[in-house]
């Protein structure tokens, strides 16, 4: 049996949860904490706007903003910076041109935007459903993970938000003016648990058009055999320090007629894909008579029980399709 010292035992009672339990969560509070949508969209290259002048239809109609931010309209002598600014702000604007050109009196001018191109946030990594989607208005991280479908089953326990060129931080100048020179990007690293449990809004960060958003991937390993909890168990991250007896205590010990002295770690060449079986007698590990061994992102732990080799050779053989039914566990608090 095994036997726990204080470090072991802290894993083996952390709290842990199902990836579609994480997931579960990530949707309600992004439900709970959406970004208000007072702010109005910022235009940007590649929209399609439809530009109406009331009373004057020879000036209304659809415009495509151009890479570099600008439209133009019959009869205005100069093109006009749209991208970096609200509608409200290019109906003022456009308002002014028309009136300061003595072509309209009293111009109402109103602009919707028919097509989004501009403002594309971009998920990729661990997530169940990488994509591409537009910033319709300011959105939170938390907002971001959900549409994207949560986190994947191998995800790490951060998140990488990279600031794109276009991204910013305060709206559009009032006065209509073209936005400030862009910041050069940036990325921010939060933490999921912070994101999830602190309660604190300053993780659920604003992410706008151009960003990236990344989900590294860490890595499961596989206890099954004569364990009390069999299942696959992410790793913090890529790196780091899991061991046979830290993975034995998440899967909560052994159980009675267990072979810890016959344990075999299951471990697929990334290069060649030939199963490799690595012999550990954690026995004499948890008597503190041999060195734990160090586990790798999906490696496979075997403790057999009274059936011995014949159960290690079915399940060596089998070794990748037995991982696919295994409940997947995630740390917590």
Request: aromatic share 4%; no cysteine.
């Amino acid at each position: 049996m095994l036997v726990l010292t204080l470090p072991l035992l802290a894993i083996a009672q952390q709290k842990v949860e199902t990836p579609e339990e994480t997931n579960a969560r990530i949707r309600a509070l992004a439900s709970a904490t959406q970004a208000p949508s007072g702010a109005d969209y910022t235009i940007g290259g590649g929209d399609l706007l439809k530009v109406d002048v009331f009373d004057v239809p020879d000036l209304s109609r659809e415009v495509r903003v151009s890479d570099s931010g600008y439209i133009s309209l019959p009869l205005i002598p100069v093109r006009i910076r749209a991208g970096g600014l609200t509608p409200f702000q290019l109906e003022e604007k456009i308002a002014e041109l028309l009136q300061v050109n003595g072509l309209v009196t009293h111009p109402q001018v109103s602009i919707f935007v028919k097509e989004q191109r501009s403002q594309p946030i971009t998920v990729i990594g661990a997530v169940r459903q990488p994509k591409v989607f537009q910033a319709v208005r300011t959105v939170t991280l938390l907002e971001v993970l959900s549409e994207a479908g949560g986190i994947a089953d191998d995800a790490g326990t951060s998140v990488i938000v990279t600031r794109g060129p276009g991204s910013r931080s305060e709206p559009a100048p009032a006065n209509g003016e073209a936005p400030p020179a862009e910041a050069p990007p940036a990325s921010v690293t939060v933490q999921l648990r912070d994101l999830l449990e602190s309660g604190d809004a300053r993780h659920n960060i604003a992410v706008y058009g151009g960003d990236v958003v990344t989900v590294p991937r860490a890595g499961i390993v596989y206890v099954v055999g004569a364990v009390e909890r069999p299942g696959g168990y992410v790793l913090a991250n890529e790196g780091e320090d899991m061991t046979t007896l830290k993975a034995l205590a998440l899967a909560q010990g052994l159980k009675g007629g267990a072979k810890p002295n016959e344990a075999v770690i299951i471990r697929k060449n990334l290069t060649t894909g030939e199963k490799q079986e690595i012999d550990v007698n954690l026995s004499r590990v948890m008597a503190r008579k041999a060195e734990d061994t160090q586990l790798q992102a999906n490696d496979i732990l075997f403790i057999p029980d009274s059936l011995g080799k014949k159960a290690l050779k079915r399940i060596g053989d089998v070794a990748l399709g037995i991982t696919s039914g295994l409940i997947i566990l995630r740390g917590g608090r």
